[in-house]
């Protein structure tokens, strides 16, 4: 049977609650009391931006002041950053080295334990599956720009990432390294006979692929809708060596803390929840009230209450999926259209014209110039 796995499909009880230092980009809490907030995320792989920028010979900390960040913030993996403030950093250091691939090396330095006490679980989980079960089902306690998602069918499993925060120049980058740190993750608790049967990335393709090829090791596609992994489902029944069952159950109940944490912040949820769930698909009221376990009344009453409705908030992620993939890969307009449910490329263009004042032919060209 197949098996189509997200954050959506348990209810969500974390929390936006605000950290109570001024500065938004420093954390005072540890994470294992607050979960970030919508639109923030645990340093945890950001970290390896440092000895990365260091190989290039770049100074760090002049990158970091020059995004309007402070070089403490990197001093701790707990520590949170905006995506916005992300989004700048890396467009900052890319431009610095010329590096058209520093996300992928970002990603390639990172370690399963950089993704803080969900890595933590993932490693003291008792399978594959579970470990991946557990990122799906927790991750948005530590980052919240992006949702995973598990897909098995015919044999295989997709492990994705889709980020559903808005996203600027680094969005290629971004994905390189979500995706280079799932492939990190994923073998470290296979082990070393795990490949990947083949690597989605969504960006245009780079004038020299290489380095990807022999970080991957698995054949490549470009100009994808997503970033996905790819790879044997027998994998998911593997046991992992080295679990532990009391280390297990210590990470589960710090997680159980933080899921604890009562929800501030519908609207997000429901983001993420369509983040997962768009693409290619008609998500009505009614599905994504079934994800949460509540009526649609419900669901209508509390985005109203947040100052917003479901309609509004369906655009909203088209408008930003669509602004990914125009800005990110070279798929055709009609395949965007196609990809965002529309019946046909006219529909999603006059939509596109109706959020932005323009049509997205010209959105791309001018992204681009830019």
Request: net charge positive; with cysteine.
């Amino acid at each position: 049977m197949d098996t189509d796995l997200s954050a959506a499909d348990w209810p969500m009880k974390d929390s936006a609650v605000l950290h109570p230092k001024a500065n938004e980009h420093l954390a005072v809490d540890h994470p294992r009391r607050i979960p970030v907030k919508a639109g923030f995320i645990h340093l945890g792989v950001i970290k390896e931006l440092i000895p990365v920028l260091q190989d290039f010979g770049t100074d760090p900390e002049s990158v970091i002041r020059e995004a309007g960040l402070d070089p403490r913030l990197f001093e701790e993996a707990s520590n949170v950053i905006a995506f916005s403030s992300l989004n700048k950093l890396l467009t900052l250091a890319a431009t610095r080295t010329r590096c058209p691939h520093l996300g992928l090396l970002v990603g390639r330095k990172a370690t399963i334990s950089s993704m803080g006490i969900v890595g933590c679980l993932m490693q003291h989980s008792k399978t594959v599956g579970g470990a991946l079960e557990s990122l799906v089902r927790h991750l948005h306690l530590q980052n919240r720009v992006a949702v995973p998602k598990l897909v098995v069918s015919g044999g295989e499993a997709m492990l994705s990432l889709r980020v559903y925060a808005p996203v600027g120049e680094s969005a290629d980058q971004i994905a390189d390294a979500s995706l280079a740190t799932a492939f990190q993750s994923l073998a470290a608790i296979c082990g070393p006979r795990w490949v990947a049967a083949e690597v989605l990335l969504p960006r245009k393709q780079p004038a020299d692929p290489q380095p990807y090829r022999d970080f991957f090791r698995a054949p490549l596609r470009f100009n994808e809708e997503a970033a996905t992994l790819v790879f044997s489902a027998s994998w998911l029944a593997s046991p992992i060596a080295g679990a532990d069952a009391v280390f297990r159950q210590i990470f589960e109940e710090r997680i159980a803390e933080l899921e604890a944490v009562p929800n501030r912040d519908f609207r997000d949820e429901v983001r993420r929840a369509l983040r997962s769930r768009l693409l290619k698909n008609k998500c009505s009221a009614g599905e994504v009230a079934s994800y949460f376990a509540i009526h649609r009344r419900t669901l209508h009453r509390r985005l109203v209450a947040e100052g917003t409705d479901f309609s509004a908030i369906v655009d909203e992620m088209r408008f930003e999926i669509a602004r990914q993939l125009l800005a990110a890969t070279n798929i055709t307009l009609g395949q965007v259209a196609a990809a965002l449910s529309y019946s046909e490329a006219g529909a999603f263009t006059r939509a596109f014209r109706r959020w932005s004042g323009q049509t997205p032919k010209s959105w791309r060209a001018e992204h681009r110039r830019r």
